[in-house]
């Protein structure tokens, strides 16, 4: 078939697929559908080395190992900022302890260091600031490096910028992939819409990347993947459930911004579902603390209820958890309050999911999730207990700027638990959690390591942390040893040019919970980056890659050379 009758045969096959596309679960098509143009026009081809669909962390991180190794790529987004957890959910970063002096991969590195000079070349810092070479812009309890998502978008962006200037990465923002022309072992092309235009291009490549924040091509190209809890008998995994239930996902979140002015008032109107949430007890297994607009929740190791205090004035407990500024790191004057990113256990939404339900109910999902973190920003403006006896913060204030939104939530609620993809090998809990070593090799928990993976493609490490999950589970957070990320949960079952570089990579639904973070996430991405240059200069298929130790090696090489560790030194 020549290529103008494989366009045509494409083009028919998605005008099929479109009604079951718009249904399937893409969360900016459930919360605002893209018009449909009033006369159909030809989508337009565009090609490149490598397509990756989804601008999140670990997608950046992908353009740039590819871009960087001579590619031509294509990147996809579905709002206007790139970089995912980092940006568009708002999210600063969690990290191992390590993380200033190991446990990420050097563009990581840089891209944190650059971070910390943005700040130093742009804002009016104090002198002890600038002479810190470990500045923590926001001083958060949370990370060594609490900053304002803008900046992670003016990072990334200018780690770009060469690529993009001479065409080697072109982003295609506000679009979502709709359909695609694939085989039970290839994709050939990816057709995507732009959301404020409805306007479609057919993109194509020899090599396609899932890069979205649940795994959203992956239904569409029909790859083999997973959701929600498997079962003990799918992973071996003592902690599974003896029957596997996929819809039983960790919590997403609605993540906010918010500064403290003494004396103002800044309280919002009553939202619109304040009533329910206010005297809402999530139905959980061990059970909550109590209601959900409580300063009062489960500790996630011990499930007992804690308090972790929060005093805007003072700066401390959960205020200082996610702080994005410390005025005091600046010149007096130039932040009337400190400011801090609302990313806690009282607005993480437990009711429902976002993805493998319908579309009209993950749109009531997101407007109910979103319900919720107003009403928890206002439950602490008029009713929350302060140490004076006194209720309410009044001086707390929305701040719809830091997130570049109107409303003041993020641009995208924060994803926690993706579609996975049955991979070639699937890291389990007996890989890497301390008490399944322990147990394994017989070894107190002190003496454990994490299982080696001779098909290493970077490292990470982080407890297995699980939020409370629509399925009713509390927390799950537990010890974990340092890790390897293997090439074989980057190689999907019977797809050979398909790749994931977000949380959809072979883990379970609990090992997802340390491989989800923001430097694993990133080392992920560049790694199926580097994969999609290494192949594409030897000829090979990824999958080739792991099964020929000539061709590993060679890659493995690749990846030192560029600076992704293998293994924990």
Request: charged share 20%; hydrophobic share 40%.
């Amino acid at each position: 078939m020549n290529s103008s009758s494989s366009r045509r045969a494409f083009l028919k096959r998605a005008a099929l697929l479109l009604p079951a596309a718009l249904a399937a679960p893409s969360l900016q098509r459930a919360q605002s559908p893209a018009p449909a143009p009033a006369k159909k026009i030809p989508a337009k081809e565009l090609a490149a080395d490598l397509v990756i669909i989804g601008g999140g962390t670990g997608g950046c991180a992908a353009a740039l190992a590819a871009a960087r190794n001579g590619l031509r790529v294509i990147m996809t987004e579905e709002t206007d900022w790139i970089g995912g957890q980092l940006t568009s959910q708002a999210v600063p970063p969690d990290e191992n302890a390590l993380i200033e002096t190991t446990g990420g991969t050097r563009s990581y590195q840089d891209f944190r260091t650059r971070v910390r000079d943005y700040y130093a070349r742009n804002f009016p810092l104090t002198a002890e600031a600038r002479a810190n070479p470990r500045l923590n812009p926001g001083n958060g309890s949370v990370s060594k490096l609490c900053h304002e998502p803008r900046v992670a978008l003016a990072v990334l962006e200018e780690m770009l910028a060469p690529f993009v200037a001479v065409g080697r990465v072109q982003i295609l923002r506000h679009h979502v992939a709709i359909s695609a022309d694939a085989t039970s072992e290839r994709i050939a092309a990816v057709l995507v819409r732009r959301r404020d235009t409805g306007r479609d291009l057919v993109l194509r490549a020899p090599l396609f990347v899932d890069a979205t924040e649940m795994g959203d091509l992956l239904p569409l190209v029909r790859a083999d993947y997973v959701t929600g809890y498997e079962s003990r008998r799918d992973t071996g995994e003592e902690r599974a459930p003896s029957k596997a239930q996929p819809l039983n996902m960790q919590a997403f979140t609605c993540c906010f911004a918010m500064d403290y002015l003494a004396g103002d008032d800044h309280t919002i109107d009553r939202p619109r579902d304040y009533a329910f949430w206010r005297d809402h007890t999530p139905p959980l297994n061990p059970p909550w603390a109590g209601k959900l607009l409580s300063l009062f929740y489960s500790q996630p190791q011990t499930l007992k209820p804690f308090n972790y205090g929060f005093d805007p004035a003072k700066g401390t407990g959960l205020f200082k958890y996610r702080r994005l500024i410390d005025r005091t790191n600046f010149a007096p004057g130039t932040y009337a309050g400190d400011v801090t990113l609302v990313n806690w256990p009282q607005n993480d939404y437990m009711l429902g999911n976002l993805f493998e339900v319908p579309a009209e109910e993950a749109a009531r999902h997101l407007d109910r999730a979103k319900q919720l973190s107003l009403s928890w920003l206002h439950w602490l403006q008029t009713e929350c207990p302060r140490p004076d006896g006194g209720t309410g913060w009044k001086g707390l204030r929305l701040r719809p700027d830091i997130v570049g939104t109107e409303d003041g939530l993020a641009k995208y609620p924060y994803i926690r638990e993706s579609r996975r993809i049955k991979a070639e090998f699937t890291v389990t809990e007996n890989h890497i959690g301390t008490a399944a070593r322990a147990k394994l090799t017989g070894k107190p928990a002190a003496e454990v390591t994490a299982e080696p993976f001779p098909d290493s493609v970077g490292i990470g490490h982080y407890n297995i942390d699980l939020h409370p999950s629509s399925g009713g589970d509390n927390y799950i957070d537990f010890a974990a040893r340092p890790f390897q990320i293997p090439l074989g949960a980057l190689l999907p079952r019977r797809i050979e040019n398909l790749l994931p570089a977000c949380k959809n990579l072979g883990v379970t639904h609990l090992t997802n919970g340390c491989y989800r973070l923001h430097p694993v996430e990133w080392n992920i991405g560049e790694s199926v980056g580097a994969l999609a240059a290494f192949c594409a200069t030897r000829k090979c298929s990824p999958r080739a890659v792991r099964h020929q130790s000539e061709l590993l090696q060679g890659f493995q090489s690749a990846l030192t050379t560029q600076g992704v560790p293998l293994a924990w030194s």
